[in-house]
């Protein structure tokens, strides 16, 4: 009994190691054979046109340590800085705006004056999706609101006609409909109000997209 216990738990350790590996395999920045037959200023090049800080290479020398291989820094910074020319336009802002993601401050001082300006534009267009998003959603709950008061005043209604109710229920039961028509009320005006608040961000999102278009979409 105990000796199987044991034998459970040495396996179950070594699946959690192996598990671990190949976690860390997956994570390495480069391969073994990307290691052994790297480019430096190639992968440097590569890097910066993608984004990537200096630091990136301290990931790489991680991932090639392994496998006795050196990084030749002078290389890959030559690399990457050739590269970053690529990667600093406005283009690449803009989406980068755009797409939620935050500033990433890599490029030299003068390169592209402006990335940040193109970024930020790209920044309000996303936080714009992202208001319109909310108020359709909001939209959504509540025409679900209203739908779901009407069908239970329609059952108010139905017991309304029953004539064995007493005066006194068809009082409450009218009472109740007449709470409720007003909810429903309430829900309907803030219901027109937010789809004229949706029509107008939809416009004016839509405006700003295509300003963007003609601005920093065009390389």
Known sequence: MIKGMSESCNRAKLIVLLVLALSIASCASLSKDECLNANWYSIGYS??????????QSQHRSAC??????IDLDLYL?????????YCVPYNAYKTGVNGFPFN????????????????????????KVNLAKKRERHSVLHDKIHR??????????????????KLERRLIKKEIGLIKREIELY???????TRRISIL???LNHHLSDAKDRWLKR
Do not use: I, M
Not at 47 to 56: L, V, W
Not at 188 to 194: A, D
């Open 78 to 86: 030559q690399g990457r800085s050739e590269g970053l020319r690529k």
């Open 188 to 194: 309907e005006y803030r219901l027109v109000r937010l």
């Open 65 to 70: 340590t392994e496998y006795n291989v050196r």
């Open 202 to 204: 939809q416009v004016e």
């Open 47 to 56: 890097d910066g046109a993608r984004g990537y800080k200096a630091s990136r």
């Open 149 to 166: 008061l009407h069908e239970d005043k329609n059952k108010l209604y139905q017991l309304l006609a029953d004539k064995r109710k007493s």
């Open 105 to 128: 401050d890599v490029c030299p001082e003068g390169l592209s004056p402006e990335f940040y300006t193109a970024f930020r534009d790209g920044q309000d267009n996303y936080y714009l």
